[in-house]
């Protein structure tokens, strides 16, 4: 009885959670991000369906997250750009600021960036190779975050 009980709980909790984690708007979560966001002004394009895998979402709101908190601490931007777009064979994430970086803050694990990364920008592209994406970071004319997720079977 002890065993069924719990067996019966874990899949409750489970079936409850992805309930949870499939009706999460990802438009709404990050205008609602973006509300709390006043370190200077942020436009967002949005152009993706609502039949977005959980994975894609959670990816995305979180290296969101990351990349304003970083503007706000690494960058003298005063604007930034958001496009999240869906394309036949995969979801696109761009953040771009106008201020660059703090130049006294080194970054590397990118060819093309002197130094060490932080770890905010080494989450985020493990966030992206988990899905079977890539990041991308430039830096002319501010500073650029690019992610690209091939969509699989069933995404």
Do not use: W
Not at 21 to 47: G, R, W, Y
Not at 91 to 115: H, K, V
């Amino acid at each position: 009885l002890h065993t069924s009980l719990n067996s019966a709980m874990d899949s409750i909790r489970t079936s409850v959670h992805d309930l949870r984690d499939e009706s999460v708007n990802l438009k709404d979560a990050i205008e609602s991000m973006l509300q709390e966001f006043t370190f200077c002004p942020v436009q967002l394009h949005f152009d993706m369906s609502l039949e977005i895998p959980k994975e894609i979402k959670y990816c995305f709101i979180t290296v969101t997250k990351e990349a304003l908190s970083n503007i706000i601490r690494h960058s003298r931007a005063t604007k930034v750009q958001i496009r999240m777009q869906e394309h036949p064979a995969l979801y696109q994430l761009c953040i771009e600021d106008n201020g660059g970086r703090d130049t006294n803050r080194p970054l590397t694990a990118f060819p093309d960036m002197p130094s060490q990364t932080g770890m905010g920008l080494s989450n985020m592209e493990e966030r992206a190779k988990s899905l079977g994406g890539r990041l991308q970071i430039m830096q002319k004319d501010g500073f650029k975050i690019f992610i690209t997720i091939p969509k699989k079977e069933g995404f």
